[in-house]
């Protein structure tokens, strides 16, 4: 694992953006993995201002998030799909056809997850996957539990999650309970890795990810066993480290 600490916010975003770029250059039909939530906000609009800028072709990009909240539509402002194309797709040339969301209201329960492998497995391997990390650990919604998830599937939310989320919804009672999730075999597939972190609330959990006991309890410490990880976060994520 290799660890880069920034001095705050918006270096460590400006370091993650660079990291996308340079792939989309260098391989432009890529395959990339992507998160929602607070963290990679910064990095979003780091690669919407290189667009802009001409810098950046997403033309033929193909992207894969992480999860989906079961029961929001895609339209739904605090869906993961309208997330993305607030922050990223609309912003940018990617063809929408190449860009997937795990399907949140569509399917029969655990049918979505199975749906979502099989278009990974014909699409190919992705190149760079993008997570943040829950304060519980989790990495996607794979919560600590007894055991490591393989494929994407189905999680209920623990309510430390249902917690920390609840201030993108009115009122907690409105945050899904549940969601799709790729697991942590199918994040483990990609070929490269960027976790990033920031904030003074990670410090402990961010210790435990990258120096702890590798265990399901804390999902995000099986980064350690994956061969190309590269870790971003602040100086106040950095804490512990
Ligand atoms: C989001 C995701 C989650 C978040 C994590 C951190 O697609 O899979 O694992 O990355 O909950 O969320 P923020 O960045 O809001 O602190």
Redesign the pocket.
């Given at each position: 694992m290799e660890v880069i600490v920034k001095k705050n916010y918006e270096e460590m975003s400006k370091a993650a953006a660079t990291l996308f770029a340079a792939e989309i250059m260098e391989n432009p039909k890529t395959i990339l993995g992507m998160?929602?939530?607070?963290?990679?906000v910064g990095l979003y609009k780091e690669l919407v201002k290189m667009y802009e800028a001409g810098d950046l072709d997403f033309s033929q990009v193909t992207t894969f998030?992480?999860?989906e909240y079961i029961g929001l539509a895609p339209e739904h402002d605090q869906s993961?799909h309208y997330f993305m194309n607030d922050n990223l797709f609309n912003h940018v040339n990617i063809n929408k056809e190449n860009v997937h969301v795990p399907d949140g209201v569509g399917f029969e329960a655990g049918e979505a997850g199975k749906a979502y492998e099989e278009l990974m497995a014909k699409t190919g391997q992705v190149e760079i996957q993008l997570?943040?990390?829950?304060c519980n650990g989790?990495?996607?919604?794979n919560e600590p539990a007894d055991e490591f998830t393989k494929v994407t599937g189905e999680i209920d939310l623990t309510d430390s999650?249902i917690e920390?989320?609840k201030r993108f919804f009115e009122k907690k009672e409105d945050v899904p309970r549940k969601a799709v999730?790729m697991g942590i075999g199918t994040i483990m597939r990609a070929k490269k890795i960027v976790l990033l972190v920031n904030g003074e609330n990670?410090a402990e959990i961010l210790k435990e990810v990258v120096n702890g006991p590798v265990t399901p309890k804390v999902p995000g410490s099986i980064l350690q066993f994956h061969p190309h990880v590269t870790v971003i976060c602040d100086e106040e994520a950095a804490k512990y480290l």
């Open positions: 998160a929602t939530g607070s963290t990679p998030n992480l999860d993961y997570l943040g990390l829950g989790h990495i996607g919604f999650t920390a989320n999730s990670k």
